[in-house]
């Protein structure tokens, strides 16, 4: 079954100051895609061993077109690239994070899994910066052809030490939604760097679903999900994101730190960060079968 494709056409966005922008789909309903939109929706985290543990929370995410950010910055007076504002989106916190140019560094990245994009397009769904501060525990990164179809998936991830790594999987059929990676780097310090991550990837017209399980030697120990749903971006869309999720980026890491806090109060198992892995990118294999530890 192949991906659905992406269709394109113009469309006026309201807040946008009279300016027509290019909108894309991904085909079925033909809902336009602008260069910015806006992705609020929750996570759900869940540990089942050795103890149980779960949480979740609301979350508020934006998606870009990467080659339209001046179109995205034109949208919204509530909304900058490279600038303070209420939100705003910063090319340097991710990537390559030195301000090198974004597209650049995600088609290295999807090269290394095989996906080669031809031209195509390229969309980041991340949290933007709120007020000036910003947290990604992860980025999804969606690479597409020509035609519109999808091509590849890269999940950018950070841990509260500053470091960052990149999962990355090329897509040819509906069936490469469901992969499985080696995990790689330290997220948590109550989970050692061991076992392997099943990723399961909901791409939508308006909505964005990705679970992850975590197991060892067979053996679920988390899950993580989030579900996102898009809304359009206006000045008054984006002031009333504000106020239904005031600092949400810092609730964010607020949350990761207080979660932690209990999981210690438990008396889970305390891993020191290692080194992180030399290799920038670790690479998914589709399927539901184990991949080597």
């Not at 990164?141 to 470091?163: I, Q």
């Not at 008396?267 to 670790?282: E, I, N």
Request: proline fraction near 5%.
């Amino acid at each position: 079954m192949a991906i659905r494709r992406r269709r394109c056409r113009w469309r006026r966005l309201a807040g946008s100051g009279g300016r027509t922008v290019e909108g894309c789909s991904l085909g079925g309903s033909g809902v336009s895609f602008p260069a910015l939109s806006l992705w609020p929706g929750r996570t759900v985290h869940a540990r089942t061993k050795p103890f149980t543990h779960r949480f979740g929370y609301r979350i508020a995410y934006i998606g870009l077109d990467l080659d339209r950010l001046d179109d995205a910055a034109a949208t919204s007076r509530w909304f900058s690239v490279g600038k303070f504002n209420l939100f705003s989106f910063h090319p340097g916190d991710h990537g390559a994070r030195d301000g090198s140019d974004l597209r650049d560094w995600a088609l290295k990245r999807f090269a290394e899994v095989g996906v080669e994009l031809d031209g195509g397009s390229i969309r980041l769904v991340c949290q933007p910066r709120v007020l000036g501060y910003q947290f990604n525990p992860i980025s999804v990164w969606l690479g597409y052809g020509p035609d519109g179809a999808l091509r590849g998936a890269l999940y950018e991830v950070h841990n509260t030490f500053g470091d960052a790594h990149t999962y990355g999987v090329r897509i040819r059929s509906d069936e490469d939604l469901h992969h499985r990676a080696t995990k790689s780097f330290h997220v948590s310090p109550f989970f050692g760097v061991e076992g392997q991550y099943g990723f399961s990837l909901k791409p939508g017209d308006d909505r964005l679903g990705l679970s992850i399980v975590k197991s060892v030697s067979g053996e679920t120990d988390f899950t993580a999900s989030m579900t996102l749903i898009r809304q359009e971006a206006t000045s008054s869309s984006l002031w009333k994101l504000f106020l239904r999720q005031p600092f949400s980026t810092h609730k964010t890491i607020a949350a990761i730190h207080f979660e932690a806090l209990k999981l210690w109060l438990k008396g889970a198992r305390y891993h020191p960060r290692p080194t992180p892995p030399s290799r920038p990118l670790t690479s998914a294999r589709f399927g539901t079968g184990s991949v080597s530890e």
